[in-house]
């Protein structure tokens, strides 16, 4: 299962413009080679939005502040053992 969440602030890399980006679930050895990477809570965010969406990590160290926020919000939604995401704006 994925999300295809759309930029509010479309970035452009190598003449492509990147205007959404689609995440998939993490799985249980996406957590576990975050930890493994260690470094600080933004790094590990970075490292875990590029793993989920495919894109490279410069591509994400690129992104708006806010729609690397609501990205991270995503992943966060995702991790929620409820299940119930639909407090989340998305």
């Known amino acids: ?9 479309p970035i452009e890399i190598n003449g492509e413009v990147i ?3 689609t995440l998939r679930r993490p799985k249980t ?10 470094g600080g809570e ?7 939005i590029a ?7 410069k591509t ?3 992104l708006d502040a806010a729609d690397f926020q609501h990205l ?3 992943v966060a939604g ?4 409820t299940g119930d995401r639909s407090s989340k704006s998305v």
């Open 78 to 81: 995702f991790l929620d053992s």
């Open 29 to 38: 050895k996406d957590m576990k080679n975050i930890e493994k990477r260690g």
């Open 51 to 57: 793993d989920l969406s495919g894109l490279d990590i």
């Open 60 to 62: 994400i160290e690129e």
């Open 19 to 21: 205007n959404e980006v």
């Open 1 to 9: 299962m994925s999300e295809i969440i759309k930029l509010n602030y």
């Open 72 to 74: 991270n919000d995503v």
């Open 42 to 48: 933004i790094s590990q965010s970075i490292h875990m």
